[in-house]
T-cell receptor, first 112, second 111 residues
Framework: DGGITQSPKYLFRKEGQNVTLSCEQN?????MYWYRQDPGQGLRLIYY???????QKGDIAEGYSVSREKKESFPLTVTSAQKNPTAFYLC???????????FGSGTRLTVV | RKEVEQDPGPFNVPEGATVAFNCTYS??????FFWYRQDCRKEPKLLMS???SGNEDGRFTAQLNRASQYISLLIRDSKLSDSATYLC????????????FGTGTRLTIIP
C-alpha cells in the first residue's frame, strides 16, 4: 500500500544534540513538507520541497535543516540551534497542493 | 489578521445534533479549500475538499462563499466518532504549493 512513513514515532534528545527525523513516501509525490505542531496550536511550516535537490524555507526554518536527494525521502535535522525543539513533527507529501496533503503519523520529539 | 481563522471552540454537542463551523481566509485569490480532521495526538487526515458549488459527503456538507471569504462545514446526525479537531485549510495562489492551516475547531460529541 502506498503511504508516507515517519520514524521514529518518539524521540528523546539531550540539549545540544542534533537529531534527524526520517520521512519516506512511496506515493510518487513531487512535493514534500515538514510541519511542527505545539500543544493546542496550529501547524507551522518549517521547510518544503517541490522537486528533488531543491527546497525552500517555511515560516519557522531557523534551527532546522533538510535535504532532498531522492524523490521518496525528505529528512529533517533539528539542530542544537533550535531553542525550543520539543514538539510534534509532521511530514506530508502531495502530487500537487490542489489535492491536499497526505500526512505521515508524526514524530514526537522531547528534549531531556 | 490571521491568514486562516477559525473559532477554536470547544463545541460540546449532544449526539444526533447538527453542528456547523465557519472559517474565514484573508486572501481573495485563494484557490483551493479543504477540511481536515485531526484526532488527539494523531496526524491530520483529509476530510473533504470544498468546491465552489458546495459539496456533500454523507453527513458532511461543505460550502464556500468567495464574496465573503469563508468556508463552512456542516455535520448532521453527529456521532461520538465525530469528536475531533477540524482544521480549515487554504491554498492561496496558483503556483504556490503550500497549504495554510487554521488552528482548528475542537468538537466533542456528548452521549
Amino acid at each position: 500500500d502506498g503511504g508516507i512513513t515517519q520514524s521514529p514515532k518518539y524521540l528523546f534528545r539531550k540539549e545540544g544534540q542534533n537529531v534527524t527525523l526520517s520521512c519516506e513516501q512511496n506515493l510518487n509525490h513531487d512535493a514534500m513538507y515538514w510541519y511542527r505542531q505545539d500543544p493546542g496550536q496550529g501547524l507551522r511550516l518549517i521547510y518544503y520541497s517541490q522537486i528533488v535537490n531543491d527546497f525552500q524555507k517555511g515560516d519557522i526554518a531557523e534551527g532546522y535543516s533538510v535535504s532532498r536527494e531522492k524523490k521518496e525521502s525528505f529528512p529533517l535535522t533539528v539542530t542544537s540551534a533550535q531553542k525550543n525543539p520539543t514538539a510534534f513533527y509532521l511530514c506530508a507529501s502531495a502530487r500537487t497542493a490542489n489535492y491536499g496533503y497526505t500526512f505521515g503519523s508524526g514524530t514526537r520529539l522531547t528534549v531531556v | 489578521r490571521k491568514e486562516v481563522e477559525q473559532d477554536p471552540g470547544p463545541f460540546n454537542v449532544p449526539e444526533g445534533a447538527t453542528v456547523a463551523f465557519n472559517c474565514t481566509y484573508s486572501n481573495s485569490a485563494s484557490q483551493s479549500f479543504f477540511w481536515y480532521r485531526q484526532d488527539c495526538r494523531k496526524e491530520p487526515k483529509l476530510l473533504m475538499s470544498v468546491y465552489s458549488s458546495g459539496n456533500e459527503d454523507g453527513r458532511f456538507t461543505a460550502q464556500l462563499n468567495r464574496a465573503s471569504q469563508y468556508i463552512s462545514l456542516l455535520i448532521r446526525d453527529s456521532k461520538l466518532s465525530d469528536s475531533a479537531t477540524y482544521l480549515c485549510v487554504v491554498r492561496f495562489n496558483f503556483g504556490n504549493e503550500k497549504l495554510t492551516f487554521g488552528t482548528g475547531t475542537r468538537l466533542t460529541i456528548i452521549p
